[in-house]
């Protein structure tokens, strides 16, 4: 991938408007009796096994331009001061030509937190420990984005070796490996398929966010919006998943406030990333983002006071209704 496409993905996303998603047609169940207060919800949680401070992380964007290493460094540096996880951008870019690496080796300068690296599945085992190896991650995640691939027209047209290569890294790296999607959704299908090629960790990154079939049509002469069909929204497969025992899930796509983390939490998600939010901070100065996000992380424990729960571990009790 190219810079300039990168900056394009980047200047595209910013212009995207927050909007309605399925995440509103969740209802939870409140009490006015919680019997504790704010100052006693914990929201400690996990990561891809890591113990983090909070239920949320900075999730993949970018990295291979002047701008995305600005970007990372801005996002490392919040990243470190809240301790919580941060994934990179895809490093194809770095991996294919490595003058393109310091704007992702920004991110562990800064973060001495958990650091997850990102690829596609086109690379092989040797190449997911050369991205490893280049930020000194402490997981791997690999995008499956088939849709985007195919409506760019530089994008790639065979996929024959994907699920042969998520297999071998899967069972050949000593980290964690998550598998996620790119804002279109993993369809039960897909995860189905992961299983049995050993994935033990998903990040379902469905619709009602950043849309990239947008930003593609924006950039190229073709639309090819009509494919949206094929969207799955991130609270709509959480519902989906709701009994599935073998996968740890973490849930982005759409996420736009402290009530849609929270939801996420309660549809069984262990942590809930998100981008587009992160992305929206970098035009603001340093302090203006970190009040920003603790006022995020305050909020969250206000709606585990109003849910009555003091534990994330507790959320998946709670009683919710679609509308
Ligand atoms: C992304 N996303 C992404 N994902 C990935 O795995 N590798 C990547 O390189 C990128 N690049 C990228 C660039 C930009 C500018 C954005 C906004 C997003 C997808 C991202 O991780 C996430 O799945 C979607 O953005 C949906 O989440 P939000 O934005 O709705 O929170």
Known sequence: MS?????????????????????????????????????????????????????????????????????????????????????????????????FEDSFKVTRLNHKGILVGNINPNYQLEDAKRAITMIDANALSIHLNLVQELVMPEGDRDFTKWSENIKSIVNGLDKPVVVKQVGMGLSQKTINKLKTLGVKNIDVAGSGGTNFLEIETKRGKDDYSYLEDFSLDTADILIQLKNEKDLNIYASGGIRNPLDVIKSLVLGAKAVGMSKFFLNLYKLDYEEAVEIINKFIYDLKKIMVILGVKEIADLNKVKYKIK
């Not at 939870?28 to 207060?37: A, H, I």
């Not at 400690?44 to 291979?64: D, F, H, V």
């Not at 701008?67 to 996002?75: C, G, R």
């Open 3 to 99: 810079s300039s496409r990168k900056d394009d993905h980047i200047r595209l996303a910013l212009l995207q408007k927050e909007k309605a998603n399925r995440f509103d047609d969740i209802v939870l169940e409140s009490t006015d009796l919680p019997d504790f207060g704010v100052n006693d919800v914990n929201l400690k949680s996990s990561y891809l096994g890591y113990e983090i401070s909070y239920p949320i992380y900075i999730n993949a964007m970018t990295g291979g331009s002047e701008k995305a290493h600005q970007i990372n460094e801005f996002l490392s540096k919040l990243a470190s001061h809240f301790n919580i996880p941060m994934v990179t951008g895809s490093q194809s870019i770095a991996l294919k030509d490595s003058n």
